[in-house]
């Protein structure tokens, strides 16, 4: 069974860079054919999809996001790796990685989330 776990700052100050890692166990995320993927849920506010990368190592962004988005992966840890640049207090939300198989556009495990606060 497949486990993610998020770790990193629960808080974070304006214009930093904010940095989560997603460990996954119980499964590669080398493995075909799997997209991992980060989300976000600002306060009183819906699901914010933000990006993701492929088993192959390929990334995707959301447009909105892009400019101040990075995600990586180490193989070696199976993690994969959110960095958001020039945060601001808007950028405050719970934040989770989640697993999307290539066959269905549905999220079929998720992380428990991390609360990330932006606050000088």
């Known amino acids: 069974q497949v486990q993610l776990q998020e770790s990193g700052p629960g808080l974070v100050k304006p214009s930093q860079t904010l940095s989560l890692t997603c460990t996954v166990s119980g499964g590669s995320i080398t493995s075909n054919y799997y997209y991992w993927n980060w989300i976000r849920q600002p306060p009183e506010k819906g699901l914010e999809w933000m990006g993701a990368i492929g088993y192959s190592g390929t990334t995707y962004y959301s447009p909105s996001l892009k400019s101040r988005t990075s995600i990586s992966r180490d193989t070696s840890k199976n993690q994969f790796t959110l960095r958001l640049s020039s945060v601001t207090p808007e950028d405050t939300a719970v934040y989770y990685c989640?697993?999307?198989?290539?066959?269905?556009?549905?999220?079929?495990?998720w992380g428990q989330g991390a609360q990330v606060t932006v606050s000088s």
């Open positions: 989640a697993r999307v198989p290539s066959w269905g556009s549905y999220y079929d495990t």
